[in-house]
């Protein structure tokens, strides 16, 4: 009989393989109806997390896994619809997005992305919440199969650090101040993005990396360095965007920008699946370029410090709470 490490990894790869071929077959329905947008960057992240941790905080959720994104996507869209780009409008997605979560008592963090990604883009398409809800309803189903065959195949594999780490991240916060400060870096980029015009310097996965992070500033260690996070970001944006200026938006760049992300987050022992919805943005945005990666960089150098700098100050505070 296998050993519980063994079984672990065994695990872990089929995930990785089923999380490419899933969004894989998404890439393909996308351009056989030719609806771009079933391909919702989030359902990478999504995927991966659910198969790879099917009793985690989201695979828990099934159904609050297809409401959360189809209500805050319907709310961007709206906003999207009536308002201009600017800061303001941003952090009213969040906010909404926030009390959504916050009303449906779900721990689908990537919601917020659902919400920003319309406003990001400028997509105006009454298809938009349809389009993600049919991919996440399939993402359902799908982690039911995988529940199923997982306690067939050797049962549910066990818990390790690295998953109680996540389940941490996906947690209701100790920290009573992570709302203030997340609001802050939101305000902050929003703000650069529009002076400069370059909006994917708060791109909407970095929304849900920040809600996740400074809303726990005492989890350790949530990347073995914290300096290679902008490094592994800004290397799955150019991946993308090389296989979308190489293969176009054909379902074989889809599932080798999936692949080599899986890949980057596994060499450097990263723990955030929003990280893998990075390498697909440039496959739903109008006319992306050099700039996208170069956003995506200085984005995630901005929350790795900002995050770095909260951690510090608030880890006393925090380690008195816990102790009390």
Not at 58 to 67: E, G, K, T
Not at 213 to 236: K, N, R, Y
């Amino acid at each position: 009989m296998s050993s519980p490490i063994t079984r672990r990894r065994r695990h872990l790869l089929a995930a990785e393989f089923v999380t490419v071929a899933f969004m894989g077959l998404v890439a393909v329905a996308a351009k056989f109806t030719g609806v771009g947008l079933l391909l919702f960057p989030e359902l990478s992240s999504l995927s991966f997390d659910v198969l790879a941790r099917p009793r985690g905080k989201w695979a828990s959720q099934p159904l609050r896994l297809i409401a959360t994104p189809l209500l805050t996507g319907a709310m961007g869209l709206f906003v999207t619809r009536h308002m201009r780009y600017g800061a303001l409008a941003i952090l009213l997605i969040v906010v909404l997005c926030l009390a959504t979560i916050r009303l449906l008592r779900s721990a689908i963090g990537p919601a917020i992305s659902a919400g920003l990604l319309p406003f990001v883009l400028g997509e105006r398409h009454w298809l938009y919440p349809p389009a993600i809800a049919a991919g996440l309803v399939t993402l359902a189903g799908v982690l039911w199969l995988w529940k199923r065959w997982s306690l067939r195949a050797n049962g549910l594999p066990p818990e390790t650090e690295a998953i109680s780490i996540d389940d941490t991240l996906e947690s209701s916060s100790r920290d009573r101040f992570w709302l203030i400060h997340l609001l802050a870096f939101v305000a902050v980029l929003g703000l650069a993005g529009e002076w400069t015009g370059l909006r994917f310097l708060l791109f909407p996965p970095l929304v849900v990396m920040a809600y996740e992070l400074l809303a726990h500033p005492e989890v350790p260690a949530w990347i073995e360095q914290p300096v290679f996070f902008p490094l592994v970001c800004f290397l799955t944006a150019s991946t993308g965007l090389l296989a979308l200026r190489t293969l176009g938006h054909s379902p074989l760049g889809v599932l080798l920008t999936v692949a080599v992300s899986i890949a980057l987050l596994q060499i450097f022992r990263m723990h955030m699946p929003p990280a893998l919805a990075v390498g697909l943005l440039p496959f739903v945005s109008p006319s992306p370029d050099l700039w996208f990666p170069v956003s995506v960089g200085i984005g995630t150098s901005v929350l790795s410090v900002w995050f770095s700098v909260r951690s510090r100050f608030a880890q006393p505070a925090l380690s008195k709470a816990i102790e009390g």
